[in-house]
């Protein structure tokens, strides 16, 4: 058993809250079986998803140092469940810290901008992690085994990274091009990794607003070749992953001119199920591709 109860100043972002709110539902769920204590930052701003730097750099710097600091004054990690919020305030947590040392007028600019709002200063005192590694890092994969009520031993689960959680640091708790965390955590509860070709790339999401069939297509692709794998399900740490993926599969079929009715779960509502969490406290139902085959698989 763990010595101490973990804790984390929890950064939900703006899709959890919102259109996947089973995302922030299930967090909430499984951290409360795991007993991890999750001290939710009510104040943060959204960490502007990769565009507030295509306007300006100082802008997403300034933002997200704000969200940092309401961190660090807790004393606290910053944990996010989403690997685009934690790619691009984990990227500014690492410029910032270096710029600490190698640009401090920089910082003076960031930190005078957040003293104009009122705003704490940045002190980079603190770390910037995502709920998967949180988890297999800091909670540690046997103790996730030793929770384990229900094993996912009928299930075959297709890894979805995304692009920010693997790429978007200089410093990050994987193999960027051979990851195993997640099929690790599959493991773990009793299920069997699929590994397939798109594990790794890009769902299509930062496309999907001006070159929408591409985007579809590339979803598309990626599903089938989870499916020819043998997958009964997709499970992605990204809720804007989860949104192409699950929310628009019925129009990348149409895009793709083929049904495929792969359920996408989000990681921790796979292992919420796996260590006694309710299945209706996970909002599975909100899914657009029906999550009932997999529960069935499972007994439920």
Known sequence: MLSHTLKYAYFPGCVAQGACRELHQSTVALAQALGIELVELKKAACCGSGTFKEDSQLLEDTVNARNIALAEELNL???????????????????????????????????????????????????????????????????IQNRVTRKLTELKCAAFYGCYLLRAQKLVDDDPFRPEAMENVFRTLGATP????????????????????????????????????????????????????????????????????????????????????????????????????????LGF
């Open 77 to 143: 990690p910053l944990m996010t469940h989403c690997s685009t919020c934690q790619g691009v305030i984990g990227h500014v947590d690492e410029r910032l810290k270096e710029c600490q040392q190698t640009n401090p007028a920089y910082m003076d600019r960031v930190n005078g901008l957040l003293q104009k709002e009122g705003c704490l200063p940045y002190r980079g005192s603190t770390e910037v992690k995502h709920l998967l590694y949180a988890l297999v890092k800091d909670y540690g994969l046997e103790e």
């Open 194 to 297: 699929i590994y397939y070709k798109g594990r790794t790339q890009c769902c299509g999401w930062p496309l999907s607003s001006y070159a929408t069939a591409q985007s579809f297509k590339m979803a598309g692709i990626h599903i089938q070749e989870a499916l020819d794998a043998g997958a009964d399900c997709m499970v992605t740490p990204c809720p804007l992953c989860h949104l192409n993926l699950d929310s628009r599969q019925p129009e990348v079929e149409k895009v793709i001119g083929k049904k495929l009715g792969l359920p996408v779960l989000h990681l921790p509502q796979l292992i919420a199920l796996a260590v006694g969490v309710n299945p209706k406290e996970l909002g599975l139902q909100r899914h657009i591709v029906s999550t009932k085959p997999v529960l069935e698989k």
